[in-house]
Every structure is written in structure tokens, then in C-alpha cells.
């Protein structure tokens, strides 16, 4: 088969479509024909050399993608070749075929076309663990999302509206945060001339936010604090602009903050597997019933995966970018 291959850590002109070995389909996994993969901000940080990959995960990049069982392996119940599925993965999306883990796998929602699925299984499982695992957004509580208007941010705004929450969000242009609002952000914050937390804490009326869903890091972290409710959580899943910072513990004891992060990809088979059965359980409803979609920039042959890169680096774009084989 082939795949994106990364030949060195570097720029977007090392990734090159070329042949590798065919997957393995293990007991307990399924072989996937892939017919769409999503580009994600660890897929950059890959090809840079500055993401290692799990063991066991195929060294291409790609952590979601879309597609068709051909293989079933020993002890897989539920599924079959020919099903039509997307799947959160360790690694290997960006190519014509991936050996998935069943657990991994999810059934394509309702009303969404299978190359539109590709975009889900990343950030709804993201989103999910962060906000409502970890975080326990409830409904009448503020979220705050910075970048509403990536991947994860899209995702956020609609599940937080759908579980009841005030949204706020962060953007850098006036037309992303025009697409935020159309997704259901009340409270928007153009974060290159406004700050964030006295634009929140006034639309709230001193309140601020109960939730803080944070691509950005270090250099968000204080000020992060700041805009938090008592008995407010905050939940680092980027580190866009630094992994180091300093916080006051006093305010952190006052506030009776608690501050957690998390990567998915680094989680344990049967740990992907909790999330994954959770939101098939609980957002899949809401995907199928229209309260929460999928929101793709543009889709991409697989072979173009280089300008993909540099379309995601640059951060124009609204939404998931996708590519096909």
C-alpha cells in the first residue's frame, strides 16, 4: 500500500507519498481501507521530530480517519468487513490502509457523508474527554474555548452548547469569530485586540468562566487564572506558545482551581476505548440529530498532504482540513 511517509524531521516538503508495508490486523483490531484522514496540529509537530510516536503505532502521520472494514481480526465481535466506520488512532491515517484496535471504531453518523466523517473521531473524543470526563461541564456554567475556530474549538462550541453551557471563545479575525457565533458562541473575543478576561468577566457580569478548554499554554496560563470562576477548572490540551509558566498558588487555594491536562494520543488502548464508547453513547445522537456537525475547511488529496500542512500552519482555515486517498 502507500503512505505519507515522513523522510526526515523538517518542513512540509518531507512528507512524500510512497509505498510501505500492508498493516497487520492483530486480534482485536480491523484492518480499515481508508478513504479519508484529518490533519491535526500533532501531525505538524510529527514531521518537525517533535512528537514521538506510541509504540506499536505505524510511523505516518494521521490520528482519525474514515473508511471501510476489509479485515476482521481474532475475537472481534460487532463489526464486519464491508461496515462503514471512523476511528480514533495512534498513528497511520494518512494512508490507503490502517490496522484499528475495535474499540477505536465508530460507526459512520447518519446524515454524514464518509469522507465528512473523517473529521469526528480526533476532536469529538478530545472534546468529550476534556469538557465532560474531566472537567464536568455543566449545563449554565461558562466555557471558554480559545481558537474557537479550529478543529477543537468548532467541536467545543457545539458541545457545550448542547450540553447547556454559555460559550465564549477566542479568535483572531472578525470573520472567525463570525463562524463562532454561527456555531453557538455567545461571548466572542477577538484575542489580537481584546482581552479576554475583562471581555468575559463583564458579558458575565463578574462571573468569568467556570471552564477553560486551552490550546495555547504557557503563555495563556495566568492569565487563564484570572479569568476563572471559583471552583472553575481549567483543561490544557496545546501547548501552542509554551510549556513552561509560573502561577500564583494563592489565587489558585482562593479560587479553589483545579487545572488538568491531557494528551489522547498517548492514552492506553482500553483508556481510548472509554472515551470512544462514551461518545458514541451520548454525542453521536447529537451529531445524527443535527446539534452538533462536523465543520471541514477544505478537503485535499492525500497526495497534497505537504499543502495541507502548511494550510493547518498558517491558521487560516475554520474547521478540520481533510485528505483522501
Known amino acids: 500500500m502507500r503512505a505519507v511517509v515522513i523522510t526526515e524531521p523538517g518542513g512540509p516538503e518531507v512528507l512524500t507519498w510512497q509505498e510501505v508495508p500492508d498493516p497487520v490486523c492483530g486480534p482485536g483490531e480491523v484492518v480499515v481501507d481508508v478513504v479519508a484522514s484529518a490533519v491535526n496540529r500533532a501531525d505538524l509537530l510529527q514531521r518537525m521530530g517533535r512528537y514521538d510516536v506510541?509504540?506499536?503505532?505505524?510511523?505516518?502521520?494521521?490520528?482519525?480517519?474514515?473508511?471501510?472494514?476489509?479485515?476482521?481480526?481474532?475475537?472481534?465481535?460487532?463489526?464486519?468487513?464491508?461496515d462503514q466506520v471512523c476511528a480514533l488512532l495512534s498513528g497511520g491515517g494518512y494512508a490507503e490502509?490502517?490496522?484499528?484496535?475495535?474499540?477505536?471504531?465508530?460507526?459512520?453518523?447518519?446524515?454524514?457523508?464518509?469522507?465528512?466523517?473523517?473529521?469526528?473521531?480526533?476532536?469529538?473524543?478530545?472534546?468529550?474527554?476534556?469538557?465532560?470526563?474531566?472537567?464536568?461541564?455543566?449545563?449554565?456554567?461558562?466555557?471558554?474555548?480559545?481558537?474557537?475556530a479550529s478543529g477543537i474549538g468548532t467541536a467545543a462550541i457545539q458541545v457545550g452548547r448542547a450540553l447547556g453551557a454559555r460559550v465564549a471563545v477566542t479568535a483572531g479575525t472578525p470573520e472567525k469569530l463570525e463562524r463562532c457565533a454561527?456555531?453557538?458562541?455567545?461571548?466572542?473575543?477577538?484575542?489580537?485586540?481584546?482581552?479576554?478576561v475583562e471581555v468575559v468577566r463583564t458579558a458575565t457580569d463578574g462571573h468569568g468562566a467556570d471552564v477553560v478548554l486551552d490550546?495555547?499554554?504557557?503563555?495563556?496560563?495566568?492569565?487563564?487564572l484570572d479569568v476563572l470562576a471559583q471552583?472553575?477548572?481549567?483543561?490544557?490540551?496545546?501547548?501552542?506558545?509554551?510549556?513552561?509558566?509560573?502561577?500564583?498558588?494563592?489565587?489558585?487555594?482562593?479560587?479553589?482551581?483545579?487545572?488538568?491536562?491531557?494528551?489522547?494520543?498517548?492514552?492506553?488502548?482500553?483508556g481510548k476505548?472509554?472515551?470512544?464508547?462514551?461518545?458514541?453513547?451520548?454525542?453521536?445522537?447529537?451529531?445524527?440529530?443535527?446539534?452538533?456537525?462536523?465543520?471541514?475547511?477544505?478537503?485535499?488529496?492525500?497526495?497534497?498532504?505537504?499543502?495541507a500542512h502548511c494550510v493547518v500552519a498558517g491558521g487560516e482555515h475554520v474547521g478540520k482540513v481533510l485528505l483522501t486517498t
Not at 454561527?182 to 479576554?196: K, P, T
Not at 502561577?247 to 488538568?260: E, F, P, Q
Open 182 to 196: 454561527q456555531l453557538g458562541a455567545e461571548i466572542l473575543v477577538n484575542h489580537r485586540s481584546e482581552d479576554f
Open 54 to 82: 506510541p509504540d506499536g503505532a505505524p510511523p505516518w502521520p494521521g490520528l482519525e480517519c474514515s473508511g471501510t472494514i476489509s479485515e476482521v481480526g481474532e475475537g472481534v465481535t460487532g463489526w464486519k468487513a464491508g
Open 97 to 148: 490502509r490502517v490496522a484499528v484496535p475495535a474499540g477505536q471504531l465508530l460507526p459512520v453518523p447518519s446524515g454524514v457523508d464518509l469522507v465528512t466523517a473523517a473529521a469526528l473521531p480526533e476532536v469529538v473524543c478530545t472534546v468529550w474527554s476534556n469538557l465532560v470526563m474531566t472537567a464536568k461541564l455543566r449545563a449554565g456554567e461558562v466555557l471558554l474555548v480559545h481558537g474557537g
Open 273 to 307: 476505548a472509554a472515551v470512544v464508547a462514551e461518545v458514541c453513547e451520548h454525542v453521536w445522537p447529537l451529531i445524527e440529530s443535527g446539534a452538533v456537525r462536523p465543520v471541514v475547511d477544505r478537503v485535499l488529496p492525500m497526495t497534497e498532504a505537504a499543502e
Open 231 to 270: 471552583d472553575g477548572r481549567i483543561t490544557i490540551i496545546g501547548t501552542m506558545r509554551g510549556r513552561t509558566g509560573e502561577l500564583d498558588l494563592g489565587t489558585v487555594m482562593a479560587k479553589r482551581a483545579r487545572i488538568t491536562g491531557s494528551l489522547l494520543r498517548q492514552r492506553t488502548v482500553a
Open 215 to 224: 490550546i495555547v499554554g504557557a503563555a495563556y496560563l495566568g492569565r487563564n
